[in-house]
């Protein structure tokens, strides 16, 4: 993480990219990022959420929903920049979605990984802890800020890199609750 903070180089002139290319590679992330918290739906069952680790996994995964307020629901957030970039998508529950022109197969491979996992998540706890932990870190530090910039820069919404650089944050966010659950997980067995 200290070397993605580092990384960052604060956008000074235009960006690298252009705007129809960040916009195809935003769009290109949708299948990912319309199922955000997706991979811990299968943590917030009883048997689970009565262990301190389950129970920081719940909350993880009702922060990304919204806390049950669909304007507050992470995917929905990521909406947004989608639609005043004028990328207009089905919604993911349509099969139309999977076979969009606008996606390569392999747009699908992780989502698909994320969303098998919480359907067996007794038998591929640690795994789901690992893919937990590696997903509330990504785009942490400068991958984040620099789309912040470069959304600024075309004058787009900002507020889905800026919402989950704070919610994911290394000293009291997603990130470290994620650290916390292994090193809980890890003291339990």
Known sequence: HRQ???????LTGKPRISREAFTDAT??????????????QGATGVNTIQTPVGLKLYHIFFEEIG???AKLHHS?????????MGVD???VTDPDFAFSDRFSDSAFEVPILWLS???????YFPELLGINM????????A???????????????TIFVDFHNSADNVSVGHAAWSLETIKNYMNSI
């Open 4 to 10: 993605q903070v580092d990384a960052y180089q604060p």
């Open 27 to 40: 769009a290109a992330l949708a299948p990912l990022l319309l199922i955000d918290g997706g991979w811990l």
């Open 67 to 69: 806390w049950g307020d």
């Open 76 to 84: 929905n957030i990521y909406r947004e920049p989608l639609e005043a």
């Open 89 to 91: 998508l089905d919604d």
């Open 117 to 123: 996992l919480s359907c067996f998540t007794r038998h």
């Open 134 to 141: 590696a997903v509330e870190l990504a785009g942490l530090g």
């Open 143 to 157: 991958s984040y800020l620099e789309a912040h910039d470069t959304l600024k820069y075309y004058d787009l919404p």
